[in-house]
């Protein structure tokens, strides 16, 4: 066994955020267990990321290099995570839990016979990891039974990554064994959905709708509230889905990541995907019926209560406020 | 062309849920069940992909005596027969514990496409379709909106972060996940639901797969989630509890 092992993830040439919050949770981890922490990057011509990332408390970093690890293949990476974790037998592999790991990570686990634990948003004594359940309803504690590798993947934004010490770690090379029959998918070239006109990550006043609108014929109630406050109108997916809404408008781990000083979410019962797209919001106000809708859990001020009536009300008294 | 679908039963969107008493599950006592929200767009795919190119749609879920409804839904929107996994258990298995019944399931059916919606509303661990693929050792891609037959296999639509997608082409049979929204759902029509009662469900048990419950993983215990913030609640009706939120965001958020 050989401690833990953090699987890093580069978004255009850099580390991701997220990347450095799975090393945050990996500390974590390693502070229960007593065990190192050494990252691995897998990918093509990763030198000088590797640089960067052995700047930090880390006891090896761990380059997986290989021409075919670039662009990303499921397959590929199954592989060859799977020839470095069979020789190397970790006690645990925390991953960023983002589209790419939920792609290829459970398949490695179970190269692996093992299960991953994914999306977790807390490490408790046990260790006993922490995940949503009933979409962020109730939470689950979760127990790995001690024999193999435990794989677990971690939430964006669950863990703090201005938490990871500076250190030097040394950096070695892994060049796993590929042939290109092994991979069978094609990928093509990342290409955005529309023309991006709307900047929401720079608003700073929000009004977000959710499926609590229930129709399109309703949406004016909610245009005429961001109106009052001088708001941009965002969404939840559903109503982007439903075209009730341009995608562009759509906040969340699919669209686009906010921070403005207030949030005003109507009608959002807060699923974790969108969640991961606007807790970083100063202000949090949530408009809704259910008052165990886990938006509650994020807000700063809530109005449990119908919003067919309250969002006109408030649309009134911003109006008569701003007179 | 050949599709199986895995779909899985689980608890209405808007259903009270309650934890019951060894706090290990929610009491299913008096819960309002339907087909997972991703499901329904993945069998929505397998239904166009029939529509267009000939072939059959079986759908397959595993679980207790209530699921026999969602499989019947399905059945109803215009699957061709069905596949129902007997199990009372499902419960002390893990992600990889239900993928092995479904693959020994799915296995000796040979098909062309697996479809799997991309996460359950119930769980969430969005593991499924992925292991699938590695038990059956099949390509897959995750988080598919579009799927489209060509000559050699399939192009299909990924969703990235962030807005971005991307194209990915891979070869037949293979295994897709389905996100969300991609297409607009059916509902069964009248005569389907009459049609439904007559197509095929053959059942299985788990232990005729050979399957057994090991779990590498086990959810220990559930509970409420931890409040990440104070949330202050503004009382009385509408009008009065606007009007105390713009009193809030005047004098103590100072936004306005």
């Known amino acids: ?323 | 062309m050949k599709i199986i679908v895995a779909i899985k039963q689980v608890p209405e969107r808007d259903a009270q849920v309650h934890i019951d008493s060894p706090k290990k599950w929610i009491e299913e006592g008096d819960l309002q069940w339907g087909l997972n929200e991703s499901d329904a767009y993945a069998l929505e795919e397998a239904l166009q992909l029939k529509e267009k190119h000939g072939g059959e749609v079986v759908v397959l879920s595993a679980g207790p005596e209530r699921i026999g409804s969602t499989i019947r839904e399905a059945l109803a929107k215009g699957a061709d027969r069905a596949i129902h996994v007997d199990s009372d258990e499902l419960g002390a298995r893990d992600a990889l514990g239900v993928a092995r019944l479904l693959a020994a399931a799915i296995k000796p059916e040979n098909p062309d496409l697996v479809l799997t919606g991309l996460q359950s509303d119930d769980l969430g661990y969005g593991q499924t379709g992925v292991i699938l693929a590695e038990l059956l050792s099949l390509p897959h891609a995750s988080l598919i909106l579009h799927v489209e037959k060509t000559d050699s296999g399939l192009n299909v639509k990924r969703e990235l972060e962030e807005g971005w997608f991307q194209n990915i082409e891979l070869p037949t049979p293979a295994v897709l996940t389905i996100q969300s929204g991609g297409s607009k759902l059916r509902y069964a029509t009248l005569m389907g639901i009459k049609k439904a009662k007559t197509k095929e469900m053959k059942h299985i048990s788990a232990a005729e797969l050979g399957v057994d419950a090991k779990a590498n993983v086990a959810l220990d215990q559930i509970s409420l989630p931890h409040k990440q913030k104070t949330t202050q609640i503004l009382p009385g009706n509408a009008k009065e509890a606007a009007a105390a939120l713009v009193e809030k965001l005047k004098f103590e958020v100072r936004v306005l």
């Not at chain 1, 669209?255 to 207030?262: C, D, E, H, N």
């Open chain 1, 1 to 323: 066994m050989s401690g833990i092992w953090v699987v890093l993830e580069e978004r255009g040439g850099r580390m991701s955020r997220i990347s450095w919050e799975a090393v945050a949770a990996a500390h974590q981890l390693a502070s229960q267990a007593n065990l190192p922490v050494s990252a691995l990057l897998p990918g093509a011509n990763t030198e000088s990321l590797a640089a960067e990332v052995a700047t930090k408390a880390l006891a090896k970093v761990v380059r997986v290099e290989h021409a075919m690890l670039s662009p990303y293949t499921s397959d590929g990476f199954t592989i060859a995570l799977h020839q470095f974790f069979e020789k190397e037998k970790p006690d645990y592999v925390v991953f960023p839990h983002t589209y790419q790991v939920r792609d290829y990570a459970p398949a490695l686990a179970a190269r692996l016979g093992q299960t991953l634990i994914g999306d977790v948003i807390a490490i408790e004594q046990g260790p006993a990891f922490t995940r949503q359940l009933m979409q962020g309803r109730l939470s689950g504690s979760y127990r790995h039974n001690g024999s193999g590798t435990c794989f677990v993947s971690v939430q964006s934004g669950a863990f703090r990554a201005d938490t990871v010490a500076a250190g030097s770690a040394s950096v070695e090379t892994f060049t796993p064994n590929l042939d290109a029959s092994q991979i069978r998918t094609k990928p093509g070239e990342p290409f955005r959905g529309s023309a991006q006109t709307v900047d929401l990550g720079s608003a700073q006043f929000i009004v977000s709708v959710g499926r609590g609108i229930k129709e399109a014929e309703n949406m004016p109630l909610v245009q005429e509230l961001a109106g009052a406050l001088g708001a941009e109108l965002a969404a939840s997916r559903p109503i982007c889905d439903a075209g009730w809404l341009p995608i562009e408008r759509q906040v969340g781990s699919s669209g686009q990541t906010v921070a403005p000083r207030l949030y005003l979410a109507v009608g959002i019962s807060g699923a974790i995907q969108h969640l991961v797209g606007m807790k970083g919001s100063q202000c949090v106000v949530a408009i809704n019926k259910d008052p165990e809708a886990p938006i509650f859990e994020v807000a700063d001020y809530g109005i449990v209560g119908d919003l067919f009536e309250v969002v006109p009300a408030l649309t009134e008294a911003l109006k008569a406020a701003k007179q």
